[in-house]
């Protein structure tokens, strides 16, 4: 099984400022990646498909990176509704998700 | 509009079983893989399983760890996706999300229904 790792834990930002949020794959999963945001409540809201395409309505602060292990998204200007988890996905092998990164406010 | 819809939660005993469908309006059901994401309480996300779409065969894929007790099909003619769940354990507890997949991403999800395993 493809095994997700995802840092830091937490982020604590404050609006305005650019978050960069990080996903690394124990094998590599091409460029097979998307990532999601989640708030409480909510279902899970699509951002990036295949590391680096954004999906439909995604604001451009919203932009991913990367191919084989590592991958990037980054936020390049937090607005107050960009507070929430987020997860990176795996598609190449099956499926499994990271532990998520919890974006909240400083 | 496309819109998803599970049901079939509830509480349910250790070592029962339990059917969820995924009832699905506003695409082409067919022509798109259908996946089925959990959250335990408190925890993060868990992909379960999904179906490819009809053109790919129809074939299912599950998780590893609960291939031989969670199935996912699905009926084109009613534009319903279902999960299977045999032999539930405490763990299996959570909220279930189906999912409309595009390019191998969940495009779209329903609001969940939460699955509840206990005596």
């Known amino acids: 099984e493809i095994v997700l790792t995802q840092s830091p834990a937490t982020l604590s930002l404050s609006p305005g400022e650019s978050a960069t949020l990080s996903c690394r794959a124990s094998?590599?999963?091409?460029?097979?990646l998307a990532w999601y945001q989640h708030k409480p409540g909510q279902a899970p809201r699509l951002l990036i498909y295949d590391a680096s395409n954004r999906a439909t309505g995604i604001p451009v602060r919203f932009s991913g990176s990367g191919s084989g292990t590592d991958f990037t998204l980054t936020i390049s200007s937090l607005e107050p509704e960009d507070f929430a988890v987020y997860y990176c996905?795996?598609?190449?092998?099956?499926?499994?998700f990271g532990p998520g990164t919890k974006v909240d406010v400083k | 509009e496309v819109h998803l819809a599970e049901s079939g939660g509830g509480l349910v005993q250790p070592g029962r079983s339990l059917r969820l469908s995924c009832m699905t309006s506003?695409?082409?059901?067919?022509?798109?893989?259908v996946a089925w994401v959990r959250q335990a309480p408190g925890k993060g996300l868990e992909w379960v399983g999904f179906i490819r779409a009809t053109r790919y065969g129809a074939t299912p894929e599950s998780a590893a760890s609960l291939e031989d007790r969670f199935t996912v099909s699905r009926d084109d003619s009613k534009a319903i996706g279902y999960l299977d769940m045999n032999r539930l354990k405490t763990e299996d507890t959570g909220v279930y999300f189906c999912v409309k997949e595009r390019e191998g991403a969940g495009e779209k999800w329903g609001q969940g229904t939460l699955v509840t395993v206990s005596s």
């Open positions: 506003g695409f082409t059901f067919g022509d798109y893989n």
């Open positions: 094998q590599s999963v091409s460029r097979h």
């Open positions: 996905q795996q598609r190449d092998d099956r499926g499994t």
